[in-house]
């Protein structure tokens, strides 16, 4: 900028800009100053606003693993270990060596065998001993032998997989998973015992998933709290709610799930009254 307004004034001074041309020239060179003053304000302003979002983000990262770290170390009697505690227990365990034998070598090729093969091979392991281990593959993310474990569970006889998955329900690492397992099943009364013990935990969004796997599992539980989320604000939660309610009833009643609330609430309403006439006879219909 120093140079420019020199050289203006050095052609002033030699008669080829006039004293008009020096104040243009002076004036645009302070706006422009004003400007760079401004900008470099704005990039120091955003490269703190930038670390201040780094500093946030580290903080919020630490305390997840802070909360992950004392949600691994919970281990009441009545739930399920996490982790390495699982592991350590479930190998220490008292087993028929047979069993064992059997259930060891099941578990080495796991990851490698065709998903026949490992529903077929499954068939030779009582269920109390393989299923344990099978929840802690599915908690494995990363697991190679994740596919075939889940593919197992859904194949799994629900009067004597259902109590022995149940108390694994309240585990959030693996709960989500089992009760899309469990929702797979034929419906049988062992699985909506089971689901019905966690039907009050959680967030609004376990509920619904939930409500939703007890209507698939044939219980009337299932159905009368489908149309209880039919009032939530959350369009996620509507969505789920409908749906299960159509595969459990066959109708909808016209619930639009983004109308305003005011006649959303209005269908929800003849949901309520309908199934207070008509739990008592109300029977699935057939998929």
Same mark, same amino acid.
Do not use: C, H, Q, Y
């Given at each position: 900028m120093k140079k420019l307004? $020199?050289?203006?004034?050095?052609?002033? $001074?030699?008669?080829c800009a006039t004293p008009g041309d020096v104040e243009k020239v002076a004036a645009g060179v302070d706006n422009v100053a004003e400007r760079q003053v401004a900008s470099d304000k704005t990039v120091r302003e955003m490269i703190a606003h930038v670390a201040e979002l780094k500093r946030e983000i580290d903080s919020l990262d630490h305390l997840m693993t802070s909360m992950r770290k004392r949600i691994?170390?919970?281990?009441?009697?009545?739930?399920?270990?996490s982790g390495e505690d699982l592991e350590r227990l479930l190998a220490g365990a008292p087993m028929d060596p047979v069993v064992r034998a059997n259930l060891d070598a099941y578990l080495k090729v796991l990851h490698e065998v065709k998903p026949e093969k490992a529903i077929e091979d499954a068939l030779t392991i009582p269920a109390d001993k393989l299923l344990p281990y099978l929840v802690l593959i599915v908690r494995k993310l990363q697991s190679p032998a994740r596919p075939n474990a889940i593919l197992v569970l859904s194949k799994a006889k629900p009067a004597d997989a259902a109590p022995i998955l149940e108390p694994y329900l309240s585990d959030g690492s693996v709960r989500g998973e089992l009760l899309n397992i469990m929702a797979e099943w034929e419906a049988h009364d062992a699985t909506r015992q089971a689901?019905?013990?966690h039907a009050n935990e959680g967030t609004e969004s376990w509920r619904v998933m939930l409500a939703d796997a007890l209507t698939k599992a044939?219980?009337?539980? /299932?159905?009368? &709290?489908?149309?209880d989320f039919l009032y939530s604000e959350e369009p996620t939660i509507r969505s789920i709610a409908i749906e299960g309610l159509k595969w459990g &009833? /066959?109708?909808?009643? /016209?619930y639009k799930m983004y109308a305003g609330k005011e006649d959303?609430? $209005?269908? $929800?309403?003849?949901?309520?009254?309908?199934?207070?006439?008509?739990e008592a006879k109300f029977e699935f219909p057939k998929h």
């Open positions: 307004s $020199a050289l203006i004034l050095a052609l002033s $001074a030699s008669g691994d170390a919970l281990s009441p009697p009545s739930r399920p270990l689901l019905l013990k044939r219980s009337r539980e /299932g159905v009368k &709290t489908l149309i &009833t /066959g109708f909808d009643m /016209g959303r609430w $209005a269908v $929800a309403d003849k949901w309520k009254a309908w199934w207070k006439e008509n």
